[in-house]
């Protein structure tokens, strides 16, 4: 049994601060599920491809990181157990120094979004199907193109590159996808197949801005809000483990007068 004040404060602290700190796994966890049901809902996003699904990822195994770390910094506190919060100790280290090293990453790599989210939007376009209206990247774009009045990824032009789309546009000598204007016009090839294209030059309600600035600040607007919660985060684990070695060096002093 422990003895002395700060050995025993430290002691109620860590138990209340890893119930916590075992919440917090929990909102994460079930906030990366929700975001990773929900992230093709939100065009914005599911347009850049797969890349989307990093953030929802990360959640989920940081909530399950955190759970398990909870856990066994509440049964060490409870049961006095030096290398469970040894190893407790440990685990929230590791984590802080990730979120160090990320936040670093990301800091130093942060002007390289722009050809991330490019590199993405290039890959969704490709796999624009016309085909297949229910293909993920087909409803993303033409959600985008409608709702933000933009077409392509830094200029409609993108269009005629587009793996799916290239034959078509030349096809009918450079029509866009319809979702590129208000009211588009059937082309039609061969003898069934009839498609909804725009053209740039006889059209004026063309949508001639570009997408990729709109998904940029989409993607920026999310940047204060997860910084300021890393921030929260880490600050919350330094105190945990603060107490943590607090309290293994009271432990550990213990069994020293005991013996």
């Known amino acids: 049994m422990v003895k002395g004040g700060f050995a025993k ?3 109620v602290i860590l138990f209340v601060v890893n119930i916590l700190f075992w919440a917090l796994g929990c909102a994460i966890l079930g906030f990366g599920i929700y975001a990773e ?15 989307s699904a990093f953030g929802p990822l990360a959640f989920i195994i940081g909530g399950v990181l955190i759970l398990v770390i909870g856990f066994s910094g509440c049964c060490g506190a409870i049961k006095e ?3 469970l919060l040894i190893l407790y100790s440990v685990l929230v280290l590791v984590i802080f ?3 160090i090293g990320v936040g670093i990453f990301g800091f130093v790599q942060h002007n390289d979004l722009e050809n991330i989210v490019t590199k993405g939007m290039r890959n969704t ?8 209206a229910d293909l993920d990247a087909t409803k993303a774009w033409d959600s985008v193109q409608n709702k933000v009045k933009c077409c392509g990824v830094s200029s409609a032009d993108d269009w005629e590159n587009a793996t799916l789309w290239a034959p078509i546009f030349n096809n009918s000598v450079f029509g866009y996808p319809s979702s590129c204007c208000n009211a588009s016009v059937p082309f039609t090839v061969g ?14 309600d063309f949508h001639n801005a570009a997408c990729f600035d709109e998904i940029l600040s989409e993607l920026k607007s999310y940047w204060k809000p997860i910084a300021g919660i890393g921030l929260g985060v880490a600050i919350f684990e330094l105190l945990v483990i603060i107490m943590a070695c607090a309290l293994q060096h009271a432990i550990k002093k213990s069994e020293y007068t005991a013996v």
Do not use: W
Not at 125 to 132: A, F
């Open 9 to 11: 404060f430290s002691k």
């Open 191 to 204: 003898v069934n197949q009839t498609y909804q294209v725009c053209y740039n030059n006889t059209m004026s």
């Open 97 to 99: 120094a990730i979120e």
């Open 81 to 83: 157990h030096r290398g």
């Open 37 to 51: 049901i929900q992230r093709k809902d939100n065009e914005k996003i599911a347009i850049i491809g797969e890349l």
């Open 125 to 132: 376009l490709d796999e624009y199907d016309p085909d297949r």
